[in-house]
């Protein structure tokens, strides 16, 4: 029996992560799974959350947001999501920047009242999220930008 995935996580930009893996955990529709090596054929939404991924090497965490999940045959795993980042890549002054932006926008929104509220939504959860795991794997504390 096989002891690995491959696995890779994409971008419409790049490939963020591509390797042999021991397992993978993800926040999908239905919750957070692990995918171990001989999982069943799945495909599944992925939401914004955290992705912890475990190779040889010990624990890579990606920021994730809103994609797609397949797990094939042959201990292929793919995942296709609108953004992606490793933790030490994340610029945290950019991602507040970005997370301010966000909450302006939504404030301004509701003045406005004719507004794409679900695409303001996923650009404020995106950018919280890539805050949230740039602090916990960076050890700042919240009170700190």
Do not use: C, W
């Not at 930009?13 to 799945?42: F, R």
């Not at 004719?114 to 794997?137: G, H, S, T, W």
Request: glycine share 2%.
């Amino acid at each position: 029996m096989d002891k690995t995935l491959k696995f890779k996580i994409a971008t419409p930009e790049k490939v963020v992560y591509e390797n042999e893996i021991l397992q993978v955990s993800l926040p999908t529709a239905m919750g957070e799974i692990t995918i171990l090596p001989n999982h069943i054929p799945l495909v599944s939404i992925v939401q914004a959350g955290e992705l912890k991924i475990k190779d040889k090497d010990g624990e890579q965490v990606v920021a994730v947001s809103a994609g797609f999940l397949e797990i094939r045959p042959n201990n292929e795993v793919v995942i296709l999501a609108d953004n992606a980042e490793r933790a030490e890549e994340i610029n945290l002054d950019r991602a507040e920047q970005a997370r301010q932006r966000a909450i302006e926008q939504m404030e301004k929104a509701k003045a406005e009242e004719d507004v794409d509220y679900a695409r303001l939504q996923a650009v404020l959860d995106r950018e919280m999220n890539r805050v949230k795991i740039a602090r916990k794997y960076r050890n700042i504390p919240p009170s700190q930008s």
